[in-house]
């Protein structure tokens, strides 16, 4: 059976659990910043590159992976947000990204293995691929409207670079998430596509919007609705939402997506809104009850939890919606759908 399809039977079963925020895990952890850098040798600093600690301090991503499917978790979202050549750059260690991916999946993957083994219920690893700090849509100089400091061709690159360490670590699917850019994305499926043909074998994608405004909107003006249609073509495995806001804000976005979408709902958001001290205040029972209503309403099949949420977060959880039924896809009426800023529909 295909990773595929034993991810759509599970989700067909119950409500899945992903795992909640990694950052805030690892800054709790105070590390310094020999932990970072170990014996790597690297010219920049590297305190706060969090994917790098799959080289220099494992043990640290493998016990936030344990704790998360202790808790609960039935996919592993491996600690590489940023473990891209661009991201990299920035700590220079472009030249590590293979290793960084290979052995995050690793990690992910033998903690997965273990918790499946124990009790025979699938886990699942997802590839995490962040967005770069690149925007393809638009410009960085207000004076120059045409600028761009990336172009498509290198992004795809860039991208099916990460995913492809990913897929060799063992990751079951690529997880693009916290878009903020919609034509980043589509760089995105071109470099999945592209080594699903290389390796001659399918590579599920799964694809979470962030929103930048309470009305609905990613940095590049797309709607929800209006991102839904520029990448249902690529068939993920999962569309949603993560970031952004607190569930509460999240809500009437949900519930737009779960009407249209035909792939599986996966929302994580985060715990809240941070305070003043940008620190994530609200408690697990309140962010389980908040994400328990999608799940009553039919309108998830898979929940979990982003920045500011903890292991206890994602326990709440999946508490919370267990013995629920996960949502099921709608039937849509065939019609042409297309995307700019907003959506068209020319109905039949």
């Given amino acids: 059976m295909s990773v595929r399809q034993k991810f759509l039977d599970s989700a067909a079963q119950r409500i899945l659990i992903t795992d909640g925020a990694f950052g805030t895990e690892i800054q709790n952890r105070k590390l310094t910043e020999t932990d970072y850098a170990g014996s790597l040798g690297l010219s920049h600093d590297q305190k706060g590159n969090n994917d790098i600690l799959a080289l220099t301090r494992p043990d640290v991503p493998e016990a936030i992976h344990r704790a998360y499917f202790e808790a609960g978790a039935d996919i592993a979202e491996t600690n590489t947000f940023s473990a891209n050549r661009i991201s990299q750059a920035d700590y220079g260690a ?34 995490a691929v962040g967005p770069t700090n690149k925007t393809l849509s638009l410009s960085p100089d207000v004076n120059d409207p045409g600028f761009r400091e990336i172009d498509w061709d290198v992004l795809v690159d860039v991208y099916r670079e990460q995913a492809a360490a990913l897929v060799e670590g063992g990751a079951d699917f690529i997880l693009v998430e916290t878009i903020f850019d919609t034509l980043n994305c589509k760089a995105a499926i071109m470099a999945v596509k592209q080594l699903e043909r290389e390796l001659g074998r399918d590579v599920p994608i799964m694809l979470s919007m962030t929103l930048t405004d309470l009305s609905g909107r990613n ?61 994530y205040d609200e408690l697990p029972p309140t962010t389980a009850e908040l994400v328990a209503e999608w799940a009553k309403a039919g309108q998830v099949n898979v929940l979990g939890g982003c920045c500011g949420s903890t292991p206890a977060h994602i326990a709440a959880i999946a508490k919370s919606v267990q013995g629920l039924e996960p949502r099921k896809l709608p039937e849509t009426p065939a019609a042409m759908r297309l995307a700019g800023l907003e959506p068209f529909i020319l109905a039949a």
């Fill in 219 to 279: 940095l590049s003006g797309h709607t929800v609705e209006a991102f839904w249609y520029a990448v249902r073509h690529a068939k993920p495995l999962t569309i949603g939402l993560n970031c952004s806001f607190g569930a509460t804000q999240l809500r009437p976005h949900v519930r737009g997506l779960s009407e249209i979408a035909d792939s599986l709902i996966m929302v994580y958001p985060n715990a809240g809104l941070p305070n003043e001290l940008g620190e």
């Fill in 94 to 127: 472009q030249h590590l990204v293979r290793e960084i991916n290979v052995e995050s999946a690793r990690l992910a993957r033998k903690v997965a293995d273990e918790f499946a083994a124990k009790d025979g219920r699938p886990r699942f690893v997802a590839g």
